[in-house]
């Protein structure tokens, strides 16, 4: 199955450069052109990332989108990419699992997008009532409830 990633940037030329880059190395790529049109494609989801530019038709238009996608019930790992990082951890307060800074070289880029997704399934997998969880423990339950003879 391929990991579905929604794609969010005003500037085309850079949206279609890193949907292209992106689907070369084996994701599905959706894409938006403004934070109005990512909130309603985050709605109708899911997706496994979201990767949003965060200066777009105004300076928190990112930040909208990663509110968005926190949102969102499928819980999609988030990364805000921008040529103008925020100080500190501001990007982390707001909700965002990663930042990307432009440019960045390809496979740097393939590499982090890697790591956050496995970091984020992890993250997941440990959250209290999670589906997997949910079967590990009815199969240990099955496994250890008494039987009739």
């Known amino acids: ?6 794609l969010v940037d005003d500037e085309l030329a850079i949206l279609l450069t890193l949907k292209a880059v992106l689907e070369i190395n084996g994701f599905e790529v ?3 052109a403004s934070a109005r049109e990512a909130k309603s494609k985050i709605k109708t989801g899911p997706y496994h990332m979201v990767i949003t530019d965060m200066r777009m038709e105004s300076d928190r238009a990112g930040i909208e989108v990663v509110h968005a996608a926190k949102k969102a019930d ?3 790992a ?3 990419l921008t040529a103008f990082p925020m100080a500190g951890s501001e990007w ?6 990663q930042m ?3 440019p960045m070289n390809t496979n740097d880029l393939i590499m982090q997008l890697e790591l956050l997704l496995v970091s984020h399934e992890d993250k997941k997998r440990k959250q209290p ?7 590990a423990e009815k199969a240990t339950t099955r496994k250890t ?3 009739k003879a």
């Open 129 to 135: 009532g999670h589906v997997h969880e949910m079967v």
């Open 92 to 97: 982390r307060d707001e909700g965002a699992d």
């Open 74 to 76: 499928y819980n999609p």
């Open 100 to 102: 990307l800074v432009k």
């Open 78 to 80: 988030v990364a805000m």
């Open 145 to 147: 409830a008494p039987t």
């Open 30 to 32: 959706e894409t938006a």
């Open 1 to 6: 199955m391929k990991r579905r990633i929604l």
